[in-house]
T-cell receptor, first 114, second 112 residues
Framework: DAGITQSPRHKVTETGTPVTLRCHQT?????MYWYRQDPGHGLRLIHY???????DKGEVSDGYSVSRSKTEDFLLTLESATSSQTSVYFC?????????????FGEGSWLTVV | QKEVEQDPGPLSVPEGAIVSLNCTYS??????FMWYRQYSRKGPELLMY????GNKEDGRFTAQVDKSSKYISLFIRDSQPSDSATYLC????????????FGKGTKLTVNP
């Protein structure tokens, strides 16, 4: 158990509405990540955070924003959801140095934009 | 050429078979190599982690890295129906985990 909780786990929303996904960790790790996983594309990094208020873009950041006001919480926001953002979203953390850059995933949030 | 190539399968084997899963890569800077297992509708879970070249064994699982060929493998001995999942390879150069690159996964089914 990586100590990661994602919410909501499932959501259906309409095109054009804002959506926020929450990731909560219990182990006080510095690095947190948001990925999306799609058939044919695999796992792709959206944004990541290396500390409170410190975030950076990943491979597929367009249309997404993130915030991290506390160590334990990392929020992913879709400002105006589109059908192309229908996906499963995974939050992840990386454990301290010595873990070889390995990351640990949450259980996922399934988002459908209709 | 994509940085990491992984045959998507699907791969179907009988229970007890030896399974070989593979990835090739193009970036010679990759130093850390991982295998993740992902059950249906679950998050990926770290299965094996290897630094640089060589073998690593953990129970029925063996991970091999051949940096000269840019090729990594995961072997599963005495495969079980509970091994049925999608297996993802991942790798990263020296540096942060934000540089982690994943293969697209191979779907494995072990038939009783």
């Amino acid at each position: 158990d990586a100590g990661i909780t994602q919410s909501p786990r499932h959501k259906v929303t309409e095109t054009g509405t804002p959506v926020t996904l929450r990731c909560h960790q219990t182990e006080n790790h510095r690095y947190m990540y948001w990925y999306r996983q799609d058939p044919g594309h695999g796992l792709r990094l959206i944004h990541y955070s290396y500390g409170v208020k410190d975030t950076d873009k990943g491979e597929v950041s367009d249309g997404y924003s993130v915030s991290r006001s506390k160590t334990e919480d990392f929020l992913l926001t879709l400002e105006s959801a589109t059908s192309s953002q229908t996906s499963v979203y995974f939050c992840a953390i990386s454990k301290p140095p010595g873990s070889g850059n390995t990351i640990y995933f949450g259980e996922g949030s399934w988002l459908t934009v209709v | 050429q994509k940085e990491v190539e992984q045959d998507p399968g699907p791969l179907s084997v009988p229970e007890g078979a030896i399974v070989s899963l593979n990835c090739t890569y193009s970036n010679s800077a990759f130093q850390y190599f991982m295998w993740y297992r992902q059950y249906s509708r679950k998050g990926p879970e770290l299965l094996m982690y290897t630094y640089s070249s060589g073998n690593k064994e953990d129970g029925r699982f063996t991970a091999q890295v051949d940096k000269s060929s840019k090729y990594i493998s995961l072997f599963i001995r005495d495969s079980q129906p509970s091994d049925s999942a999608t297996y993802l390879c991942a790798m990263t150069p020296q540096g942060g985990s934000e540089k982690l690159v994943f293969g697209k996964g191979t779907k494995l089914t072990v038939n009783p």
